[in-house]
């Protein structure tokens, strides 16, 4: 049997596992960690239970074409029905007033007037483009020259009902989030639509965001990041797929241009094909003996711009059911650190998840979204990483309690983590998750395979931007769909 070793127990590694091992390859994962998920991942502290990765699951709604691929994988099941949270994010503002983003487009726009009136004309220009971004969505398709056993469905209408999205998408892609904020004269409600996404985005990936909500896509998966990896997981062994935990792929082993293996910290395995799905940007620097020397792969050591983040769950003892999910607390003085600059602070209350937390408690966390990742390097170069670790917890507890006073006086655990923190776990490039689709820049997708190397094959969330779990998922069929094509192998 073809033997195909898959880099990694991500989101792409399970699911380029599920789809090799469907097609009846010898298939092998190897995973550094010793559990499935990589970056969507959650964990427990005295009790606490932090979700640290799934926020939102695009293609979780049945209309979706990538909803097919979640069901296939087995991510989705009924041990993880989805909820479609709404609001989607709360502003609290000085006076207690809320301000809530809805899906709804008329509930949203109605709300957002009532507000801030004098935001009128943009609001309702804003819910337009909202509209027209409602039929757009990530197209599944097939690699051309792979026969498939059930092709992807091409629907022209498809295609023909996002026309009138695609033709703002000139427009939004060459102006910034922050460009497209600025036209509003409200303050609140600029913080308010300036938590949807990371900051150096474009406008077309904030409106885009917001058509997914509005359609009904973006829903959260009940059990979050592990339950969704442990399905894939399970589907994955059911298949007859084998896995190493705790096994670190070293070197991937070329021979006469073509793959031979990878050697581990746990020895060799032999292999007649490779799917890396460690972040490529990373992977194609430190799992190859010589330099890989591609257009695309040097593109891509150009042109990656990495979403970072620190961080922070807290264990509250106290019940804080009186505020929303998502909460936006706007601040009067910035808060910083590490280099970076927040005007808000977006927390996720997990009170209504009793599960998340010890009786009478309550789970938060937060993304501090920055470029920090040099920051925290050079602090663990001079010694000092838990102690600014420590500092910036302490900061960032002083600073949230003004908003929630129990934060201060009955926190029970705090925990942080900095995009080391994720680079020492996942091996993702300085510590990131997504790649930045900033003004003017291009979208790029790159191909999957290398002319250089017979062989190999990469998937996950840098391979297409900006990323995230539908693109880790999509890969992951695509990479095997190449691998089907190569060897003349159905894929299933
Ligand atoms: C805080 C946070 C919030 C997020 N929120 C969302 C969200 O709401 N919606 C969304 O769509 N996305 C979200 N994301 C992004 C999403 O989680 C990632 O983009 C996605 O999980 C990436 O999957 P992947 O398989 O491409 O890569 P990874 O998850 O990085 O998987 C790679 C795997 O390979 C393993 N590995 C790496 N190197 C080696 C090696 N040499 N040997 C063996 N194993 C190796 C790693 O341990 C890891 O398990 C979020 C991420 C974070 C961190």
């Known amino acids: 049997m073809y033997k195909v070793v898959v880099i990694g127990a991500g989101i792409s590694g399970l699911s380029a596992g599920i789809y090799a091992a469907r097609s009846g390859f010898d298939v092998t994962i190897l995973e550094q960690h010793n559990i499935p998920g990589g970056l969507s991942t959650?964990?427990?502290?005295?009790?606490?239970?932090?979700?640290?990765?799934?926020?939102?699951?695009?293609?979780?709604?049945?209309?979706?074409?990538?909803?097919r691929i979640w069901h296939e994988t087995g991510a989705l099941q009924d041990n993880n029905p989805i909820e479609l949270r709404d609001p989607i994010y709360n502003l609290i503002d000085e006076n207690g007033k809320i301000l809530s983003l809805y899906r709804d487009i008329s509930q949203m726009q109605k709300a957002l007037i009532e507000y801030a009136p004098e935001d009128k004309h943009m609001i309702k220009k804003m819910c337009r483009a909202v509209k027209d971004f409602t039929n757009f969505h990530l197209p599944v398709l097939d690699?051309?020259?792979?026969?498939?056993?059930?092709?992807?469905?091409?629907?022209?209408?498809?295609?023909?009902?996002?026309?009138?999205?695609?033709?703002?998408?000139?427009?939004?892609?060459?102006?910034?989030?922050?460009?497209?904020?600025?036209?509003?004269?409200?303050?609140?409600?600029?913080?308010?639509?300036s938590s949807v996404i990371g900051y150096r985005y474009n406008a077309l990936s904030f409106i885009y965001t917001l058509g997914s909500f509005a359609c009904g896509d973006c829903g959260y998966p009940d059990g979050g990041s592990i339950r969704m990896a442990n399905n894939m997981l399970e589907t994955y062994k059911a298949l007859g797929g084998k896995i190493e935990f705790r096994t670190k792929a070293e070197n991937v082993k070329v021979e006469d241009y073509e793959v031979r293996g990878v050697v581990t910290n746990?020895?060799?395995?032999?292999?007649?094909?490779?799917?890396?799905?460690?972040?490529?940007?990373?992977?194609?620097?430190?799992?190859?003996?010589?330099?890989?020397?591609?257009?695309?792969?040097?593109?891509?050591?150009?042109?990656?711009?990495?979403?970072?983040?620190?961080?922070?769950?807290?264990?509250?003892?106290?019940?804080?059911?009186?505020?929303?999910y998502c909460c936006v607390f706007p601040l009067e003085?910035?808060?910083?650190?590490?280099?970076?600059?927040?005007?808000?602070?977006?927390?996720?209350?997990?009170?209504?998840?009793?599960e998340h937390s010890p009786e009478g408690g309550t789970t938060l966390t937060c993304l501090l979204i920055g470029d920090c990742y040099y920051f925290w390097k050079a602090a663990k170069a001079d010694g000092t990483y838990k102690e600014k670790k420590k500092e910036l917890g302490e900061l960032f507890v002083k600073e949230l309690s003004q908003f929630i006073p129990e934060v201060a006086s009955a926190f029970e655990v705090i925990?942080?983590?900095?995009?080391?923190?994720?680079?020492?776990?996942?091996?993702?490039?300085?510590?990131?998750?997504?790649?930045?689709?900033?003004?003017?820049?291009?979208?790029?997708?790159y191909p999957q395979t290398l002319d250089s190397i017979w062989g190999v094959y990469f998937a996950g969330q840098r391979i297409q931007m900006p990323g995230g779990l539908p693109i880790a998922v999509y890969t992951g069929r695509l990479a095997v769909q190449h691998l089907c094509r190569d060897t003349g192998i159905e894929f299933v």
């Open 333 to 354: 003085k910035p808060f910083e650190y590490a280099g970076c600059k927040w005007t808000e602070l977006r927390i996720y209350n997990y009170a209504a998840y009793k």
């Open 266 to 324: 746990k020895g060799e395995f032999e292999a007649d094909a490779v799917i890396v799905t460690q972040d490529a940007r990373a992977a194609v620097d430190c799992l190859f003996d010589t330099m890989i020397d591609e257009p695309w792969v040097n593109t891509m050591r150009h042109e990656a711009v990495t979403e970072q983040n620190m961080f922070i769950g807290l264990g509250v003892k106290a019940d804080l059911s009186r505020l929303p």
């Open 143 to 193: 690699v051309r020259g792979c026969k498939c056993k059930t092709p992807a469905p091409i629907n022209p209408m498809e295609f023909i009902k996002m026309v009138p999205a695609i033709l703002r998408v000139p427009y939004l892609m060459n102006v910034s989030y922050a460009e497209y904020l600025a036209k509003f004269k409200n303050k609140n409600l600029r913080h308010l639509l």
């Open 42 to 67: 959650s964990w427990s502290r005295k009790g606490y239970y932090f979700e640290g990765g799934m926020h939102w699951l695009t293609g979780s709604s049945p209309k979706m074409p990538l909803n």
């Open 415 to 445: 925990d942080v983590a900095t995009p080391c923190t994720y680079e020492r776990y996942t091996g993702s490039y300085e510590g990131s998750w997504m790649s930045v689709w900033e003004k003017g820049g291009k979208q790029r997708n």
